[in-house]
């Protein structure tokens, strides 16, 4: 399956390698639980799952988004992203 990665399921599948592959839930989406506030809203959260790239912990009440073999094997051919000068 081909899809169009935008800047935020880009950011999205970054914050989750970053994490250890994991984030946690929080009141506005999905944390790394060394930065708080939502990095990953639900939304962003919810097509990467869809598409195959990550998966929540539970169907019923998911408290992880982890990424999945396919969402890492993504997150590492993304281009690097480097601080602004």
């Known amino acids: 399956m081909n899809m169009h ?3 935020k399921l880009r950011e999205a599948l970054h914050a989750l390698q970053q994490a ?3 984030l ?3 009141r506005g ?3 790394d639980k060394a930065r ?4 990953v809203t639900m939304r962003t959260a919810n097509v990467l799952v869809n598409a195959g790239l990550a998966a929540f912990d539970s169907d019923w009440i998911p408290s992880l988004l982890e990424l999945t073999p396919r969402g ?6 993304l281009p690097v992203r ?3 000068a």
């Open 72 to 77: 890492r094997i993504a997150a590492e051919a």
């Open 82 to 84: 480097r601080a602004a």
């Open 20 to 22: 250890g592959d994991a």
């Open 5 to 7: 990665i935008t800047p």
């Open 29 to 31: 989406g999905w944390h």
């Open 24 to 26: 946690t839930r929080c």
């Open 36 to 39: 708080p506030g939502a990095i």
